[in-house]
């Protein structure tokens, strides 16, 4: 089966996470993705270490880049610039992340692109839009900060705190690849490419989701919650004999099959916790018969008894079990490629699984200026 972007190239002029990870996700997909660089520094993520990679690399440059081709270009040079304007003639799409209007003061605006280029999708990617936000420095934490999430995040009566991965970025990189690729389906259709704009405070407020219907739709204002859920219970985490245990339990139910495993079904007819309405009222009281049922045994033996019967439940596992946890369910989460010196780096996988298959022919992130020599003799001849 052909990948399905195959024969799509792609000018990746973005840097550091949201916009790298879409065009990563993009070349998982078959594209053609050329990253252009700046001389010797190149994306700032190559000196965000440690930790480091076999290869020397930063593992946080690897982490969005594989599969791409890397070219170093001086946009500030006449030549260099016109390399430029050549590989975007040759690309169906161009993604850049740059301070607002910097790319367009470098002679790359849209109105004279798509006029020279009818089909092509020129992808921003900014922190707050280009509008009155385009003076702001867009970086994840920040974004974090002011769009709320950190607001909802953390103990109840702890300090706000951010996610542990840049989640906006990721977010905003996601939302970036649905916006290419419905532009591309429109391509089709009319033959006309398309602009558009992501930014970090809008994915951000659109993943809220039911946080931010609470607030629009009942004038509430989400708080912190610490683990716990706050329109369901229980739905957090609780003590059991060695650890915590996370159970989400979304319906009466199952939490009458829950409190009947634990030994205590009685509670499943108590006014106090028969509806979840009635549950989450009386969540302090709820988590105290809880956590003295489950004190009988280990958390792992809880996940294992709860989720037999229905109920999901599971170990706070770290990055690593919780990989290995993905590998036991054969759902082969680590792939390695290769550089062209035989470098090899492994990543966690492209989390799509295509029926028939797709050709997997990934390379791995590449080194600085990699592709110079091919890249440069590809734009330079125009025969």
Known sequence: MTAPLDGIVVADFSRVLAGPLA??????????????????????TRSWGPPYAESGMTTYFESANRGKESVTLDLTTPADRERAHELIARSDVVIENFRPGLFEKLGFDWATLSAAHPG???????????????????YDFVAQAVGGLMHITGEAEGGAMKAGVALVDVLTGKDAVIGILAALRRRELTGRGSKIEVNLLSSLQAALVNQVSAH????????????????IAPYESLRCADAPIAVACGNDAQFAKMVAELGIPALADEER?????????????????????????????????????????????TIGEGIALADRLGLEPVRESFGSDGRRSRQIRSPLTWSPEIPETVSAPPRLGEHDELVRAWLDDRG
Do not use: C, Q, Y
Request: proline share 4%; charged share 25%.
């Open 23 to 44: 065009t990563m996700t993009l070349a998982d997909l078959g594209a053609r993705v050329i990253k252009v660089e700046r001389p010797e520094s190149g994306d700032d």
């Open 120 to 138: 092509l999708i020129f992808v921003s990617v900014s922190g707050f839009g280009l509008g009155l936000g385009a003076s702001l420095p867009g």
């Open 216 to 231: 629009l739709g009942a004038g509430t204002e989400p708080g912190r919650l610490g683990n716990r859920h706050p329109s």
């Open 273 to 317: 916790f028969r509806r979840n309405s009635d549950r989450v009222s009386h969540r302090e009281a709820l988590v105290r018969e809880l956590e003295a049922a489950l004190a009988a045994d280990t958390a792992a033996n809880w996940a294992e008894r709860l989720n037999r019967i229905g109920v999901a439940a599971g170990v706070v596992n």
